[in-house]
């Protein structure tokens, strides 16, 4: 028996990953720029035995069916290709999401995933191999590998697209992320299917790919000078850019929500009374509200005349994926 255990954390992008270069590798059009939090993490362990007869994946508890175990017996087809080392395993996450399901990043999973096949088959990947490696079980995931501020190089091959994390000086400890969770039934299209067809047919799209790189570089400037302001303008402006490719898909889709545009027009409202909290959202209705963390409570409260309690999660910055024992 070989076992393995890793914990990692959920990345929100500041600058979005939003299309794939190649679909099988998993390399993106552009690059993309996330904060690890605290909030939301997964720990998964991974035990590899030659008495098992094919991969099984629990999620929560739960023995997960063939579609849901897709993911992880491709990235389990990856590692045991690697390392040459062809036994099936058992894979068991458990998910600590405050509150609302839906929550939880493949993410933090794949990178949780990364560290314990690392951890069971005696790799001793670094972390820039471990990002690689978790890139391709979920693109997003190659973030988590660290903490704070990460970014994720594109590169144009297996071997140079991997994030790397991005001087802050510890800036990141003086930021939050207030998620308001949007619990209206929004269409579920996920993240990989909304990029392809968005890279597929939208219009919008060159513009997308033309564009990113500046805002990458004033997200990188923002965090060399810890410029709030800059950062937070950067991050709102990105996810509208993101989200106004969809419009122009074929056929065209949003993940906005009626309670989605309410939460957003609330940020701005604030903003307008000089409170400093911008919003970015990805593929799905939640939107996430970037402050200060010394003005994360205020925020917070004034965000509850809007939303009960339980659709807000406070996150601040989180640390990498960390190896744990079995
Ligand atoms: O996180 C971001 O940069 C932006 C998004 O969240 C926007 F929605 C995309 C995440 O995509 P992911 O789930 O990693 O896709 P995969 O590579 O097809 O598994």
Redesign the pocket.
């Known amino acids: 028996m070989h076992n393995g255990k890793a914990r990692a954390f959920t ?3 500041l ?4 299309g ?1 270069k190649d679909q099988q590798l ?1 390399l ?1 059009m552009n690059n ?1 720029l ?1 904060l690890t939090l605290d909030a939301f993490y997964t720990e998964t362990s991974v035990s590899f035995s030659k008495k098992y007869t094919a991969d099984s994946f629990y999620l929560d508890g739960q023995l997960q069916d063939e579609k849901s175990t897709e ?1 992880v017996r491709r990235f389990l087809d990856l590692v045991r290709e690697q390392s040459q080392f062809f036994e099936y395993a058992i894979v068991q996450s458990q998910n600590f999401v405050p509150t609302a399901a839906g929550l939880a ?3 933090s999973g ?1 990178a949780a995933l990364a560290g314990a096949c690392n951890d069971a088959l005696g790799l001793n990947l670094s972390d820039k191999e471990l990002s690689r490696l978790a ?1 391709k ?5 190659c ?1 988590s590998i660290y903490g704070g501020f990460v970014e ?1 190089e594109k590169g144009d091959s297996d071997q140079n697209s991997y994030a790397l994390p991005v001087p802050s000086n510890h800036w990141e400890d003086e930021l939050a992320m207030i998620f308001i969770l949007i619990n209206d039934k929004a269409k579920d299209i ?3 299917n ?2 392809q067809r968005t890279v597929a047919t939208s219009t919008y799209y060159t513009d997308w790919v033309k564009n990113v790189d500046i805002d990458i570089k004033k997200a990188r400037e923002a965090i060399t000078t810890h410029d709030f302001q800059a950062l937070g303008e950067v991050t709102e402006s990105n996810c509208l850019k ?1 989200h106004a490719t969809t419009l122009a898909a074929s056929p065209p889709f949003t ?1 906005w929500t009626p309670n989605s545009l309410k939460a957003m027009n609330k940020v701005h409202t604030m903003r307008q009374a000089g409170q400093d909290c911008y919003f970015t959202m ?3 209705p939640n939107v996430k509200v970037l402050c200060q963390k010394k003005d994360s409570q205020k925020i917070y409260h004034e965000l509850q005349k809007e939303f009960p309690a339980e659709q807000l999660v406070m996150a601040y910055a989180g640390k990498g994926m960390e190896t744990l024992e079995t």
């Open positions: 990345n929100i992008a600058i979005k990953y939003w794939k998993i993106p993309s996330s993911k990043s493949s993410a794949l890139r079980g979920s693109g997003s995931a973030r994720w996920s993240s990989r909304g990029m993101m993940y990805d593929a799905g």
